[in-house]
């Protein structure tokens, strides 16, 4: 039986295949995300690119070292006004994107792609658009002290499945995406490919 393996280091990754029933284990692939992120920008990739490309190089490294298994990685990228946007590193970084973002709409996209046998098979990019309402100086505050460092694992800053979904006043797409995974298109492929029972 071919195992899926996660090329992720995100719980939430992790979190949203166990709580959908798909047994899988973690080996984490390290990539420089901010140079291949630098190189692609200089060279006018668009921003769907930049996530296929994140992903599918966490991918192949882990595929590379474990023969015939699936390996899913993934990538997310947001994009506010051109602009792209990393993990927040420290609450003062946190604290100003969110500012930057507040009371406008942002895209985020978020890429998934399922290698085996050191080559990719399959891939996706689900999109959401957010709107960010005018929230307080006083939420930002209380938001950034009460999320903690849990908060800078993810683009954003926000985890929309617990207090983040209070930053927002509305969102368009794929909610799985959102939280860091084209779910439903993961599993469609998994059940075509056996992994899952159709």
């Given at each position: 039986m071919t195992d899926l393996i996660l090329a992720s280091s995100s719980s939430a990754r992790s979190k949203m295949l166990r709580d959908a029933g798909v047994?899988?284990?973690?080996?984490?692939?390290r990539v420089d995300e901010d140079a291949v992120k630098r190189a692609m920008l200089a060279e006018g990739a668009p921003p769907r690119d930049i996530a296929d490309k994140l992903a599918e190089l966490k991918g192949l490294r882990v595929s590379a070292r474990n023969g015939s298994d699936f390996v899913l990685s993934a990538?997310?990228?947001?994009?506010?006004?051109?602009k792209l946007y990393d993990k927040a590193q420290n609450a003062d970084e946190l604290r100003a994107q969110l500012r930057e973002l507040r009371g406008t709409s942002h895209e985020l996209l978020s890429a998934a792609?399922?290698?085996e046998g050191g080559r990719?098979?399959?891939?996706?990019i689900g999109r959401a658009q957010l709107i960010m309402r005018s929230f307080s100086d006083t939420?930002?505050?209380e938001y950034v002290t009460d999320g903690g460092a849990a908060l800078f694992e993810t683009v954003g800053g926000y985890k929309l499945e617990e207090k983040g979904a209070q930053l927002f006043s509305r969102v368009q797409g794929d909610y799985f995406s959102v939280l860091g995974l084209p779910l439903l298109e993961v599993l469609g492929f998994l059940r075509a490919r056996g992994i899952l029972t159709e």
């Open positions: 047994a899988h284990r973690v080996d984490v692939s990538d997310q990228v947001l994009v506010s006004a051109g792609v399922i290698c990719p098979v399959w891939r996706h939420y930002l505050e």
